[in-house]
Structure formats: structure tokens, C-alpha cells
């Protein structure tokens, strides 16, 4: 179990400014958050089943679920294609879930396998998920996969039964929705390049309360061919894999081709519409 002390990669001040050539690297915070609703029930990390090791490369939606009196909480998983350039992850850590997307850039060279990187590199701090510097994760992957070969986005959290806290780089996002379909956008401030692996990255925190609803994690293939009004709706009815299934199914060509690839990552409560 960790036991709260020390922070991952050390320890950064909040002042703390890196140089990349002329570029100067600040921390950045996003305006905090507030979503109302009930707390989210949280799952045990032996519950999970390494999830983690799948996520990358499944078609199938992946969910874990706990009930606690009239609660359910649950996690789900989708990334389409498994071929494609598109990583997630949810695991439960000690005290929450530690959740990321990561969408490998095209055109960069080497986009997949720069998303597995990160995947790989964030899978390693599962126990210190707690208590992790995201923006400062984000700015240490940044530097050490440099001239390694192909760039990512990246969205990572920490979500407890109070909070989500996080830090992100790229296009993709992080939304919290409500039960009623009401959606804050905890990614709006970031910034949409540099990316992971450029050695310039800017990674912008965000911190929001969470008191009820569902977090949806989600690379671009789905914010670019779904309305915002869409997504809400479909995030917010039935189980949170039903969700998954019909978040990436309202992508697909007629054809049953894919626009873009896909990852979405939702965590929540099962509401009780729609079940």
C-alpha cells in the first residue's frame, strides 16, 4: 500500500520552470470546477483484473462494478480500432481510480507506439496515483521520450469519491456530466501542441469536485463527429459499459468503418434512467 508520503518523479515547486532551447515552461492551472451530484463509490485495485495490459488493444467494452446499498459505481473501457493509435486505461489505486487516454499522433512517425509509451510509463505509478504531480508527470515523460521517435496527446487523473485531479496535453479531453446531461469541459485550457515526446510540451492541470455523475475521458475521434449535446445524453444513460458501447458505435461510418480512431475511459455511478 503507499503510504502517502513522497511524490512521484520527486518533488517540483509549483514555481518550478523548465528551459527547452528558448522555451520556458511554466505550471498551469485550469479554473477549478464544481459538479454537483451524489459521491462516486470507488472500486478495489484486486477487483480489476489487470485491465491495464487489455485496454490497449480491445474492442470489447471492459467494466468493473461495486454496489454499496443503492449505488453502484463502475468503469468502463472501449478503444477502437485495436490496430489503431489510440491507448486508455482505468485501474483502481489505493483511495480511487487512475485513469488516462493517450492518442498517438499521425503524421509524427511512431504515434502508437509513442501512446504505449506513455500508457506503460503512467501504469508504472498505479500506487502512487494518489498523490502524483500530473503536471509534473506529463512534463517528465515529455522530456524523457524526446528524439525517441513520435509525439501523443495525453489526458491522466486521479478520481476519489470527493475530487478528480488531473493534467492534460493535446486535443483530446476530460468532461465531467452530470446526471441531468450538463457537461463541464475540465481540459478547455489546454494546450493543443506541443505534444508528449516533442520535448516542449505544455501540460495544463485541472482539479474539479465530484459529487456525483460520470468522468468520460476521450481521445478526438470523438469529440470531432460528436455534438456535445450527443455525448452528454449518451454518457448519462445506462450502465457506464452501455455508454461506452454507444459513445463509439455513434462514430461509425454506415460502412461500420471508423472516422478517426477511438478511446473513451467513463467512470460513475450506474444511474438509474435508462437501466
Not at 94 to 103: H, I, K, P, Q, S
Not at 222 to 233: D, F, G, M, S
Amino acid at each position: 500500500m503507499y503510504d502517502g508520503v513522497g511524490r512521484c518523479f520527486g518533488s517540483f515547486d509549483a514555481a518550478r520552470t523548465t528551459y527547452i532551447g528558448l522555451q520556458q515552461r511554466f505550471r498551469q492551472h485550469a479554473p477549478a470546477h464544481c459538479a454537483a451530484g451524489r459521491s462516486v463509490m470507488l472500486l478495489k485495485p484486486a477487483q480489476f483484473n489487470a485491465l491495464g495490459d487489455a485496454a490497449p488493444n480491445i474492442e470489447m467494452s471492459m467494466v468493473v462494478s461495486r454496489r454499496t446499498g443503492s449505488n453502484e459505481s463502475e468503469a468502463a473501457v472501449k478503444v477502437l480500432p485495436p490496430s489503431g493509435a489510440d491507448r486508455a486505461i482505468a485501474v483502481p489505486s489505493e483511495g480511487g481510480y487512475f485513469v488516462a487516454v493517450a492518442d498517438g499522433a499521425g503524421g509524427t512517425g511512431g504515434g502508437a507506439s509513442a501512446a504505449d509509451r506513455l500508457i506503460v510509463a503512467l501504469t508504472k505509478l498505479t500506487a502512487q496515483a494518489a498523490s502524483a504531480d500530473w503536471w509534473s508527470v506529463l512534463l517528465e515523460l515529455d522530456e524523457e521520450s524526446a528524439g525517441r521517435g513520435g509525439e501523443t496527446t495525453a489526458v491522466v487523473a486521479f478520481v476519489d469519491s470527493d475530487r478528480v485531479r488531473g493534467a492534460s496535453v493535446g486535443d483530446s479531453a476530460a468532461w465531467l456530466i452530470s446526471p441531468a446531461g450538463e457537461m463541464t469541459d475540465l481540459t478547455v485550457h489546454q494546450h493543443r501542441k506541443p505534444l508528449i515526446g516533442s520535448g516542449e510540451a505544455l501540460p495544463v492541470e485541472f482539479e474539479a469536485e465530484l459529487r456525483g455523475g460520470r468522468l468520460l475521458l476521450a481521445t478526438d475521434g470523438l469529440a470531432k463527429y460528436v455534438t456535445a449535446e450527443r455525448i452528454c445524453a449518451l454518457t448519462t444513460k445506462g450502465s457506464v459499459v452501455k455508454a461506452a458501447d454507444s459513445l463509439t458505435a455513434c462514430v461509425r461510418l454506415p460502412s461500420g468503418g471508423l472516422q478517426d480512431d477511438v478511446a473513451v475511459v467513463i467512470v460513475g455511478l450506474a444511474f438509474e434512467k435508462g437501466l
